[in-house]
């Protein structure tokens, strides 16, 4: 019987900048299939940097190949700057304030 290694979760993350906020940001969940909820792309969490503030959870869409169908073996997605720079600015167009406090924010981006 062969023993496979379980794959280490990563630790990535970075910054952001809305406004005069200072954010940070880090992967929290790898793309996965849940037997409840179905396919979850890559999620991370976004924080104010120097205060307790209302987090905000973007999910971005589960990887599929070129016909739309879902990738059996998930690959470990990269994220840039850029892309975290998009989807910070789509949360906050979507009703997210970095300012204020509470229950945690959820956006899903758009595929």
């Not at 906050?92 to 300012?99: L, N």
């Amino acid at each position: 019987m062969a023993l496979h290694k379980k794959r280490r979760k990563r630790q990535l993350g970075g910054t952001a900048r809305v406004g005069d906020s200072a954010l940070v940001w880090e992967l929290i969940s790898e793309p996965q299939k849940h037997p409840d909820f179905g396919y979850i792309g890559a999620r991370i969490s976004v924080n104010v940097a120097d205060a307790a503030r209302r987090e905000l959870i973007i999910e971005f869409p589960f990887p599929t190949d070129r016909n739309g169908d879902y990738l059996p073996v998930t690959p470990r997605q990269t994220f840039t700057q850029a892309e975290i720079d998009t989807a910070v600015r789509l949360a906050v167009d979507a009703g997210w304030d970095p300012g204020l406090r509470g229950k945690a924010f959820q956006f899903r981006m758009p595929d």
